[in-house]
T-cell receptor, first 116, second 109 residues
């Protein structure tokens, strides 16, 4: 089946630093990847849609200058949390849509970010 | 963005019992999906529904896409301890996927 990986699985950083999270589709090509944020005991909230070779589309209320997204290839999208603050601590999950399948999104295992 | 209304929020059941949960929306979706999420992990797709009225099974799981395209339900039959987790419904139109708040399932052996 389709596999999506994320790296790192957990990261702890100091306030003010930047953190990069990678999302890879391992056995399929993804023209579109999605980034979600999930706070404890809450549902997934879409942050942005990442399109290969073009700018990401951000959801309302998500700062594009704070959450930088790069989708440089058909198998890799990165999310960089810039100048992280404690309130950015969350579980970040990516998903990827198989370019051969128009409907199915496959999720990565998530990245737990803790900002001290 | 638009969120779905998922119920119940939580369920405590005995092993062997059947479970039912559902999602409703004020908007129409072209695709309904059901995911299970274990603690500290990403959601795993259980069932995808593509046509209004469609009834699909995956082992002990059965899900239906409502005729109005605004609702879906998921049934789990003969629950087992490993069914424990959070179940999310999701409605999707092209690139736009919206999630329900989740149903937290606890199964007592």
């Amino acid at each position: 089946g389709a596999v999506v990986s994320q790296h790192p699985s957990r990261v702890i950083c100091k306030s003010g630093t930047s953190v990069k999270i990678e999302c890879r589709s391992l056995d399929f090509q993804a023209t579109t990847m999605f980034w979600y944020r999930q706070f404890p005991k809450q549902s997934l909230m879409l942050m942005a849609t990442s399109n290969e070779g073009s700018k990401a589309t951000y959801e309302q209320g998500v700062e594009k200058d704070k959450f930088l997204i790069n989708h440089a290839s058909l198998t890799l999208s990165t999310l960089t949390v810039t100048s992280a603050h404690p309130e950015d601590s969350s579980f970040y999950i990516c998903s990827a849509r198989d370019r051969k399948s128009t409907d199915t999104q496959y999720f990565g295992p998530g990245t737990r970010l803790t900002v001290l | 963005g638009q969120q779905l209304n998922q119920s119940p929020q939580s369920m405590f059941i005995q092993e062997g019992e059947d479970v039912s949960m559902n999602c409703t929306s004020s908007s129409i979706f072209n695709t309904w999906l059901w995911y299970k999420q274990d603690p500290g992990e990403g959601p795993v797709l259980l069932i995808a529904l593509y046509k209004a009225g469609e009834l699909t099974s995956n082992g002990r799981l059965t899900a239906q896409f409502g005729i109005t395209r605004k609702d879906s339900f998921l049934n789990i039959s003969a629950s087992i301890p490993s069914d424990v987790g959070i179940y999310f419904c999701a409605g999707q139109n092209n690139n736009d996927m919206r999630f329900g708040a989740g149903t937290r399932l606890t199964v007592k052996p």
